[in-house]
T-cell receptor
Framework: DAKTTQPPSMDCAEGRAANLPCNHS???????VYWYRQIHSQGPQYIIH???NNETNEMASLIITEDRKSSTLILPHATLRDTAVYYC???????????FGKGTRLSVIA | EAGVAQSPRYKIIEKRQSVAFWCNPI?????LYWYQQILGQGPKLLIQ????????DSQLPKDRFSAERLKGVDSTLKIQPAKLEDSAVYLC??????????????FGEGSWLTVV
């Protein structure tokens, strides 16, 4: 079973920041927080991951709370092409597979 | 760097027929995964390989599904005989070996199967 809780859906205006929350209150010390997204008819796309520090790359920023029980994925300037299902997943650093929940369906509106 | 390659992209078969899906992982990735994604749900792991050995196939319906990775590179997933409920997207993914901190899993575009 997925160890994360996400809202089923969210809307965001084009050009605004999209902030996607995720709760992972049972996360273990060696587990990372991963974010993937899935655009319709495509395979899941890796976005970003982190352990305890905030992370930023060309796609997004990941903010992890100090107690690591929740995190927020931030898309700084959402575009229509960011409309997708976003999955938050906790996973250790070994070879364990990703366990997907239901994710958050983000709709970016013009 | 080339991504995970899968074929065919789309397949329609009648129930009780057989089908095979092929996957070529990212070069150098020792771990390969097959996932099944039914419409409206998140992907579910079917089988995981480390090189040419099976790490986890506990979710693979072995009465009709089989998978192999004979030379530790390409992999084939077969369904025989297919049932209507096998209609889904079959996703292949790969990652580097364990020991790489936060080793990331990358997915292919998927093979869409419709059983009629």
């Amino acid at each position: 079973d997925a160890k994360t809780t996400q809202p089923p859906s969210m809307d965001c205006a084009e050009g605004r920041a999209a902030n996607l929350p995720c709760n992972h209150s049972t996360i273990s010390g060696n587990e990372y927080v991963y974010w993937y997204r899935q655009i319709h008819s495509q395979g899941p796309q890796y976005i970003i991951h982190g352990l305890k520090n905030n992370e930023t790359n060309e796609m997004a920023s990941l903010i992890i709370t100090e107690d690591r029980k929740s995190s927020t994925l931030i898309l700084p300037h959402a575009t229509l092409r960011d409309t997708a299902v976003y999955y938050c997943i906790v996973r250790n650093s070994g070879n364990t597979p990703l366990v997907f929940g239901k994710g958050t369906r983000l709709s970016v509106i013009a | 760097e080339a991504g995970v390659a899968q074929s065919p992209r789309y397949k329609i078969i009648e129930k009780r027929q057989s089908v095979a899906f092929w996957c070529n992982p990212i070069s150098g990735h020792a771990t390969l995964y097959w996932y099944q994604q039914i419409l409206g749900q998140g992907p579910k792991l079917l089988i995981q390989f480390q090189n040419n050995g099976v790490v986890d196939d506990s979710q693979l319906p072995k009465d009709r599904f089989s998978a192999e990775r004979l030379k530790g590179v390409d992999s084939t997933l077969k369904i025989q005989p297919a049932k209507l409920e096998d209609s889904a997207v079959y996703l292949c993914a790969s990652s580097r070996s364990a020991g790489h901190s936060g080793n990331t899993i990358y997915f292919g575009e998927g093979s869409w199967l419709t059983v009629v």
